[in-house]
């Protein structure tokens, strides 16, 4: 199977062609790939597929092999796939997600993609659709106990779930150890991806992310929305003005729009392209238990 590995300020994936490669089992397929020493090693697995509603469809599998509903930094990893790999002449591209169809713009120099800006969609803040287990009309600065102590969260979802926590020293955190506190915390019967975010000034931010089914990544495209999102109904930002947030994979640019629409604005990157041997994969499959 030949596969590209990419990735969006450190939130790497592994990208296989569906117009040319057919994926069995992918939930597993994922699984054996993302592992670092048996595998390739990766954040997950995305399939770029032919779709009925979109120029193209997107699925995509967290290294625990649970399926997610999107992610913003592989939106942009196949934006630049896409075009640069000839599957498509257009600037302009819609792509068909688990949470909907969202809409790319590919800004090309000398036939590179440079950046790709993405219109999100609208953020959800109804807990229930999120979904939190909360009566609350929106889940903003709320206290939440874990790990016996109290933080307070805000929760929005951008096709898939987050919370948001404002704090200081974001880089001295061991998120190995609190990161799953909220991962698993029974507020969330999906999961949820967690992030921890240090305010700088009126339109920057610092942000570390715990993803469900992956732990900590360098970078999360909808996490870093969800945070520019929260930012604003915690007062910290203001809508209709870009926010520079630092990663550690790098930098992405969010603005959330006086419309409840956020627009991701930032880069993506080939690692390398490959093959990986069938019978390895089949063999390795047999013994997966994936996460759903």
Request: charged share 25%; proline share 3%; glycine share 8%.
């Amino acid at each position: 199977m030949k596969f590209t590995k990419m990735h969006g300020i450190g939130n790497d994936y592994i990208y296989v062609n569906c117009f040319e490669e057919a994926v069995s089992e992918p939930e597993k397929v994922s699984v054996v790939l993302s592992d670092v020493r048996k595998g390739i090693g990766s954040d997950g697995l995305v399939l770029i597929m032919p779709s009925d509603i979109a120029d193209f469809r997107m699925r995509i599998f967290n290294a625990d092999g649970s399926e997610a509903m999107m992610c913003g930094n592989a939106t942009r990893c196949i934006g630049k796939y896409v075009y640069e790999r000839g599957l498509t002449n257009k600037t302009e591209v819609s792509l068909e997600t688990n949470s909907g169809i969202k809409y790319l713009t590919l800004f090309v120099e000398n036939g590179i993609v440079e950046l790709v800006s993405v219109d999100m969609g609208k953020a959800i803040l109804v807990p229930r659709d999120i979904p939190v287990k909360s009566a609350l009309d929106r889940f903003i600065a709320q206290p939440v106990n874990a790990g016996g102590d109290k933080y307070k969260l805000t929760c929005v979802s951008m096709g898939n779930p987050h919370a948001v926590l404002f704090t200081e020293n974001i880089y001295s955190i061991d998120l190995e150890k609190v990161g799953p506190l909220f991962e698993n915390h029974e507020l969330f019967p999906n999961r949820i991806n967690t992030e921890f975010i240090e305010v700088v000034d009126d339109h920057t931010l610092n942000m570390r992310v715990w993803e469900r089914g992956s732990g900590e990544t360098y970078a999360c495209g909808t996490g870093a929305c969800a945070a520019a999102v929260a930012a604003v109904l915690n007062g910290f930002c203001k809508r209709d003005e870009e926010i520079l947030i630092h990663l550690r994979g790098g930098d992405l640019r969010i603005t959330y729009r006086s419309d409840e629409t956020v627009i991701m604005r930032g880069p993506a990157a080939f690692i390398c392209d490959g093959t990986v041997d069938d019978n390895y994969i089949n063999e390795a499959k047999e013994n997966v238990i994936c996460r759903s």
